[in-house]
């Protein structure tokens, strides 16, 4: 689709003037050096003092001049006809009546804007004719199978049911402009830039897009000259496409931009009643995603991405909050809810999906305004539709930059917190303070390294269990969690003193370790409390 870039306009004046057929004439221009990228639809030659009546608009008029009035009035007369009926250009030979242009001819084409070109040299106008006219069909049929080129490139997206980002990416690419998705409130849904940055693309999004009003049909239009299309949804107008001009030195719209423009919007109706998952939740994934995964070119491009979709990027607090929902579940029905509930709670916020099963939400908060309770809310609304769902909460952080680190944290206290596993009794959600020396072992559970030390550790104590039926791990158990006290180890596994005393001395010998010191015992405890994790795992 790459080599599909638009390239919709017919040869201009200056075009023309350049080929060699005409060069050859040593053309001058003598009015009109500014019109002078004028599209040339064909080339009349007229020996006609009306030739307007045979015109349609767009030609580059040859004459030799023998028709002209000799009266100022018909001069002005003639020049009127042509210009109203929409002429591109007046090229006159200075080779049989006249050698220099008439003044009353240069005054009226110069009050009227038409371009006044002369020759000094004879040219051939049929030859003239013959090589434009080649050049204008050839234009036309190479506009024709680009379009066809497009039709068919819409067309395969549609079959193959892609969805909206990829059908805009393919817009941008063919048109080569930057092509933005919005819906009716102006917030800018899926941009792909080309030739530009996010932040070019979508600075000030809202105010920007506002001057910019909607039409019902394709076109250009506003301060910046946005190309616009309008896209519907069951007969119902949801949003628009806005095509981007080009940089100051850039060609302008054409024919194929506008067909490259409206059969975005036929697709994504398409892609609508395909994909029944909501636009405006597909881009909060999007932004979300590439905030916590860092996939964004700049801060500058993911302040302006999260700003076009109504995310406050200055002057707030965000705060990364992770809900892993467990394997199957749908977090449709708990997007638009959380959605309902932050709307109401007056939070702006990004929620979407950011892994199979795992929802995450970042909300914006004043600094004035305590992210506790907003954390319980939305919680509670979690575990409302998806009872077993684990709730992490990252740190808060003042710049949306620094949300990636919030979202690593709120992932590491998912990572530690094993099913089933009870929150603090003063929340329903889980932070980095509550991950103890058994939770970070469960985050670690399937580290090869952690496996290898417990087997190490205490590998020779369990091989003697198997083989003797005896109860020498659940013994250092007891002494390990009753901190050394043999006593207390004793009485909490039902033991005479003595038998634990003998106990403690086999496992010292299995195990080559001194249990009365405080290093081993804890190596012992942390190997123990390993194994423990990774049965129960």
């Given at each position: 689709m790459q080599g599909a870039t638009v390239n919709p306009h017919p040869p201009s004046v200056a075009d023309v003037l350049a080929l060699p057929v005409l060069a050859a004439g040593q053309p001058q221009v003598v009015t009109g050096l500014a019109e002078l990228d004028r599209p040339v639809r064909w080339v009349h030659i007229t020996e006609l003092t009306d030739p307007a009546s045979f015109l349609k608009g767009g030609e580059l008029v040859l004459t030799t001049g023998m028709p002209l009035p000799d009266d100022a009035a018909g001069v002005r007369r003639y020049v009127d006809e042509l210009t109203e009926v929409g002429a591109a250009a007046l090229v006159i030979e200075l080779v049989r009546r006249y050698h220099r242009p008439p003044d009353a001819l240069v005054q009226a084409c110069h009050a009227r804007g038409l371009p006044l070109v002369t020759l000094a040299r004879d040219v051939n106008f049929l030859e003239v004719t013959q090589v434009v006219h080649a050049l204008i069909l050839g234009s036309q049929a190479d506009a024709m199978r680009r379009t066809q080129r497009i039709h068919e490139a819409f067309t395969a997206l549609t079959l193959r049911g892609a969805g909206p980002e990829d059908v805009v990416r393919a817009a941008a690419e063919m048109s080569g402009r930057t092509v933005v998705l919005e819906n009716l409130v102006h917030q800018a849904l899926i941009c792909e830039p080309s030739g530009s940055t996010v932040e070019e693309a979508l600075g000030d999004w809202e105010q920007r897009s506002r001057a910019t009003e909607p039409g019902d049909h394709t076109g250009a239009g506003g301060p910046e000259g946005w190309l616009t299309a309008p896209v519907s949804y069951q007969g119902e107008r949801w949003g628009r496409l806005a095509m981007l001009q080009a940089p100051a030195d850039g060609p302008a719209f054409g024919p194929e931009h506008i067909t490259v423009l409206e059969r975005t919007a036929m697709a994504l109706t398409v892609a609508r009643l395909i994909h029944s998952t909501p636009w405006e939740h597909t881009a909060h994934r999007t932004a979300?995603?590439?905030?916590?995964?860092?996939?964004?070119?700049?801060?500058?491009?993911?302040?302006?991405?999260?700003?076009?979709?109504?995310?406050?990027?200055?002057?707030?607090?965000?705060?990364?909050?992770?809900?892993?929902?467990?394997?199957?579940?749908?977090?449709?029905?708990?997007?638009?809810?959380?959605?309902?509930?932050?709307?109401?709670?007056?939070?702006?916020?990004?929620?979407?999906?950011?892994?199979?099963?795992?929802?995450?939400?970042?909300?914006?908060?004043?600094?004035?305004?305590?992210?506790?309770?907003?954390?319980?809310?939305?919680?509670?609304?979690?575990?409302?539709?998806?009872?077993?769902?684990?709730?992490?909460?990252?740190?808060?952080?003042?710049?949306?930059?620094?949300?990636?680190?919030?979202?690593?944290?709120?992932?590491?206290?998912?990572?530690?917190?094993?099913?089933?596993?009870?929150?603090?009794?003063?929340?329903?959600?889980?932070?980095?303070?509550?991950?103890?020396?058994?939770?970070?072992?469960?985050?670690?559970?399937?580290?090869?390294?952690?496996?290898?030390?417990?087997?190490?550790?205490?590998?020779?104590?369990?091989?003697?269990?198997?083989?003797?039926?005896?109860?020498?791990?659940?013994?250092?158990?007891?002494?390990?969690?009753?901190?050394?006290?043999?006593?207390?180890?004793?009485?909490?596994?039902?033991?005479?003193?003595?038998?634990?005393?003998?106990?403690?001395?086999?496992?010292?010998?299995?195990?080559?370790?001194d249990l009365e010191s405080g290093e081993r015992r804890t190596e012992l405890h942390v190997a123990l409390t390993a194994l423990r994790v990774l049965r129960e795992g």
């Open positions: 979300l995603r590439e905030l916590a995964e860092q996939r964004h070119h700049s801060p500058e491009d993911a302040r302006a991405r999260c700003a076009a979709l109504g995310l406050p990027t200055e002057g707030s607090r965000y705060l990364a909050i992770l809900a892993d929902l467990g394997p199957g579940a749908e977090g449709g029905e708990l997007e638009a809810r959380l959605h309902s509930e932050l709307r109401s709670a007056g939070v702006p916020a990004l929620v979407g999906e950011l892994a199979p099963g795992r929802l995450g939400i970042l909300p914006a908060l004043r600094p004035d305004r305590p992210w506790r309770p907003v954390a319980e809310r939305l919680c509670r609304t979690v575990l409302g539709l998806v009872p077993g769902a684990i709730v992490g909460v990252g740190s808060e952080v003042a710049d949306l930059a620094d949300t990636a680190r919030s979202f690593r944290e709120a992932a590491r206290v998912i990572e530690a917190t094993p099913p089933g596993q009870v929150p603090p009794p003063d929340r329903s959600f889980h932070e980095l303070p509550d991950i103890d020396l058994r939770r970070l072992l469960y985050a670690l559970r399937e580290d090869t390294r952690v496996q290898d030390y417990t087997e190490r550790r205490l590998g020779r104590l369990i091989d003697h269990d198997t083989r003797h039926g005896t109860e020498l791990l659940t013994t250092l158990g007891h002494y390990l969690d009753a901190a050394g006290n043999k006593t207390t180890a004793a009485r909490r596994g039902g033991l005479a003193r003595e038998t634990m005393y003998q106990r403690l001395r086999t496992i010292e010998r299995l195990l080559e370790s």
